[in-house]
């Protein structure tokens, strides 16, 4: 079965620094990688996903992740955050619906919390 | 925003009473989940469905049951509540090839006492 650890569960950083969360992945012929971010209080919104091809994907407010097929690693960038990117970030990996009976099943990391001080 | 709409937003109910959970999308879209999300475990698929009357167990499904009688509505019903099933409850569609992710709903508090 598939499953994903986020090595760090909080990441301190302050403001204008450069962040990276780590993510990885146990191994599959073939996956598509997410990351998603859940501001308090709100539900999940997509910041970007890998399905194929160019192995640096980029998403919205700044951040990029990159895929590494060998080291089933997925992890999110931003060269500098700010402090409304503090939130949880969540990790997560999904068979492609072509070999899932079309369905988006979704295994998460427990997520990592990321605290931007001024 | 995706047209997902949970309700309720909060419950606290007691150990024992049934509790029923609801998503109702507006997108039209085939694929429906139910997650929880617990502290330490990120998000955990409970139940999922493809259509109407169309529905399987995830992987936390035990002391759940789901229903789907119409394609924009996926009920989650907890049949005897326990403090185990304190969470917060996450409901998602996602209709491939269209889109190739999953839209997620703005949660149900869930505290039982």
């Known amino acids: 079965a598939q499953s994903v650890t986020q090595l760090d569960s909080q990441v301190p950083v302050f403001e204008e620094a450069p962040v990276e969360l780590r993510c990885n992945y146990s191994s599959s012929v073939s996956v598509y990688l997410f990351w998603y971010v859940q501001y308090p209080n709100q539900g999940l919104q997509l910041l970007l996903k890998y399905l194929s091809g160019s192995t640096l994907v980029k998403g919205i407010n700044g951040f990029e992740a990159e895929f590494n097929k060998s080291q089933t690693s997925f992890h999110l960038r931003k060269p500098s955050v700010h402090i409304s990117d503090t939130a949880e970030y969540f990790c997560?990996?999904?068979?492609?619906?072509?070999?899932?009976?079309?369905?988006?099943?979704?295994?998460f990391g427990a997520g990592t919390r990321l605290a931007v001080h001024p | 925003d995706a047209g997902i709409t949970q309700s309720p937003r909060h419950k606290v109910t007691e150990t024992g009473t049934p509790v029923t959970l609801r998503c109702h999308q507006t997108e039209n879209h085939r694929y429906m989940y139910w997650y929880r999300q617990d502290p330490g475990h990120g998000l955990r698929l409970i139940h999922y469905s493809y259509g109407v009357k169309d529905t399987d167990k995830g992987e936390v499904s035990d002391g759940y049951s789901v229903s789907r009688s119409k394609t924009e509505d996926f009920l989650l019903t907890l049949e005897s509540a326990t403090s185990s099933q304190t969470s917060v409850y996450f409901c998602?569609?996602?209709?491939?090839?269209?889109?190739?992710?999953?839209?997620f709903g703005q949660g149900t508090r869930l505290t039982v006492v």
């Open positions: 998602a569609i996602s209709e491939p090839p269209r889109n190739t992710e999953a839209f």
């Open positions: 997560a990996v999904s068979d492609p619906p072509a070999f899932s009976g079309g369905y988006n099943k979704l295994i």
